[in-house]
């Protein structure tokens, strides 16, 4: 699949790759649904005014080095420029850099967009044949990103992916977090997105099994 904004912005002098859950789901045979670029040598500037030629191109709420796109034929992009830091985002920043920072080691993969090459620095290409979510290995806690037991289970339930033990136990340790830290909207929508799941099942056992179901149950059935 070509993307005539990655096109241009190569054109312009940029690295472009795409990475994460679109890259594991065409291994998967699946087509993907969102798409993530990571973008070098370009700042945020630049990409604003080079992607609004092809859609709606405004800074991302969340992100403070990344844009999103929307547009006609491929939905809602987001393209960032490589995360360095917490909160720090540079152009000339690294590949390697940006994905010590994704959650799962089958989300931590990299297509080349001119060259084609597919960047695999952890034991993403083989989580994914095997089915497996690995924490990524640079992450001992869940202080990064406390929704991922939500993630997980949502992933089971879609995609029957396993999860690893070093990974059940990390999201056994942290799983209070996740309430102290996300609002119940957010909850409640990650656990519809569970429940709606052709195999929700397998996600709910996850959750039966961290001793967390029941209080995520009585947050969806309690909140608007």
Not at 85 to 97: K, Q
Not at 174 to 197: N, Q, V, W
């Amino acid at each position: 699949m070509t993307f005539p904004f990655i096109d241009k912005l190569i054109d312009s002098g940029a690295d472009c790759f795409l990475f994460g859950g679109a890259v594991r789901d065409d291994m998967l045979g699946i087509i993907p649904t969102d798409y993530d670029f990571i973008v070098r040598n370009l700042r945020v500037e630049q990409l604003l005014g080079i992607c609004s030629n092809f859609g709606v191109a405004l800074s991302h709420k969340y992100i403070p080095g990344a844009i999103r796109l929307h547009t006609t034929d491929f939905g809602v992009v987001d393209i960032s420029i490589p995360k360095v830091g917490d909160g720090e985002y540079v152009p000339d920043g690294s590949i390697a850099t940006h994905l010590t920072f994704i959650d799962f080691t089958m989300n931590c993969i990299a297509r080349n967009m001119k060259t084609l090459n597919i960047y695999s620095p952890y034991s993403g290409m083989e989580d994914i044949q095997n089915k497996k979510m690995v924490l990524n290995p640079h992450q001992s806690s869940l202080r990064f990103s406390t929704i991922l037991p939500l993630r997980a289970a949502r992933f089971m339930s879609t995609l029957g992916f396993t999860i690893d033990e070093r990974t059940r136990e990390i999201f056994h340790r942290d799983k209070e977090m996740m309430f102290d830290t996300i609002p119940a909207d957010r909850l409640k929508y990650e656990m519809y997105r569970i429940l709606t799941a052709n195999n929700y099942q397998i996600g709910i056992t996850l959750l039966e099994e961290l001793d967390i179901l029941k209080q995520l149950l009585i947050i969806y059935n309690t909140h608007d």
